[in-house]
């Protein structure tokens, strides 16, 4: 994969994604990125990491009262 050049955009500066980034991205003009730091490096992803620990943590909750929701669910 071929390196990105970084550009001016006004004070800030950014990065264009090859159409083939973007469609393994799966973004789209508008859509956001969030940017996480790890071991190797940046990581950019479409998905945000505090809301997929947080659907986790709805998951858990869900299958412990999956009882109780059905029976709000009523």
Request: no cysteine; charged share 30%; hydrophobic share 40%.
């Amino acid at each position: 994969m071929p390196g990105l050049k970084v550009r001016k955009i006004g004070n800030s500066v950014g990065v264009v994604l090859p159409r083939d980034v973007a469609l393994k991205l799966r973004v789209m003009p508008g859509d956001q990125l969030f940017v996480s730091e790890t071991p190797n490096g940046i990581e950019l992803s479409p998905y945000d990491p505090e809301f997929e620990a947080d659907m986790e943590l709805a998951r858990e909750i869900m299958q412990k009262r999956r009882a109780v929701l059905r029976e709000l669910a009523k």
